[in-house]
């Protein structure tokens, strides 16, 4: 065996063989080099698309884990049956959203459970599954991850207020935070005659 190793390398020249090395290097540094390339631009991709929601991983899971819990995420939400509203679904929500609003001024804390309400019907309607709420913001985090941060705020707010533990200004917080989703979810941001006429 020994003989057959010696016998291959002897058919090479020295500098034969430095030129095989060197090729092998410089393959292994391109396929180090394009791994690399590929996972920055992974995780490019995924700082793009989930916003404040990739730090909040990596603050939760570290570095290693969280860009495929993330990845699990998208999966998981692109499995998901997730719909627009249609027009008279969409117009009954923004009506309900308006009666809750609306309450606020002389029933704050009422309203504030009632947007919490509202907006996880929404999220139902649309095809969210009714998870506990960390789940719901991780699903929500896929498609929204501008407003996941106020669906947390303003969630952990309205959990305070039944502990009457929140104060006025907090529940207005949680109202404007609540609002931001709201228009996310509902689409409200659009006026319905031109969606309708879409």
């Given at each position: 065996m020994q003989s057959q190793?010696?016998?291959?390398?002897?058919?090479?020249?020295?500098?034969?063989?430095?030129?095989?090395?060197?090729?092998?290097?410089?393959?292994?540094?391109?396929?180090?080099?394009?791994?690399?390339?590929?996972?920055?631009?992974?995780?490019?991709?995924?700082?793009?698309r989930f916003g404040s929601e990739y730090d909040r991983a990596i603050i939760t899971y570290g570095p290693s884990e969280a860009e495929a819990k993330?990845?699990?995420?998208?999966?998981?939400?692109?499995?998901?049956?997730?719909?627009?509203?249609?027009?008279?679904?969409?117009?009954?929500?923004l009506s309900e959203w308006q009666v809750v609003q609306s309450r606020f001024v002389d029933h704050p804390r009422a309203a504030v459970i009632e947007a919490n309400d509202?907006?996880?019907?929404?999220?139902?309607?649309?095809?969210y599954p009714m998870a506990d709420f960390e789940q719901r913001a991780a699903d929500v985090s896929v498609t929204y991850p501008r407003v996941v941060e106020n669906y947390r705020i303003a969630h952990s707010i309205a959990i305070r207020h039944a502990g009457a533990e929140a104060t006025t200004e907090e529940l207005r917080t949680a109202m404007i935070q609540f609002r931001?989703?709201?228009?996310?979810?509902?689409?409200?941001?659009?006026?319905l005659a031109a969606m309708s006429a879409a």
């Open positions: 190793f010696t016998d291959f390398f002897s058919r090479f020249t020295t500098t034969q063989l430095v030129i095989a090395a060197i090729v092998f290097v410089a393959i292994v540094a391109i396929v180090v080099g394009a791994f690399i390339a590929r996972r920055r631009a992974r995780t490019r991709a995924l700082r793009n993330l990845l699990d995420r998208q999966s998981r939400v692109e499995a998901l049956q997730i719909r627009e509203l249609g027009v008279t679904e969409r117009a009954r929500f509202l907006i996880n019907a929404l999220l139902e309607v649309r095809g931001a989703i709201f228009d996310e979810l509902a689409g409200a941001q659009k006026p």
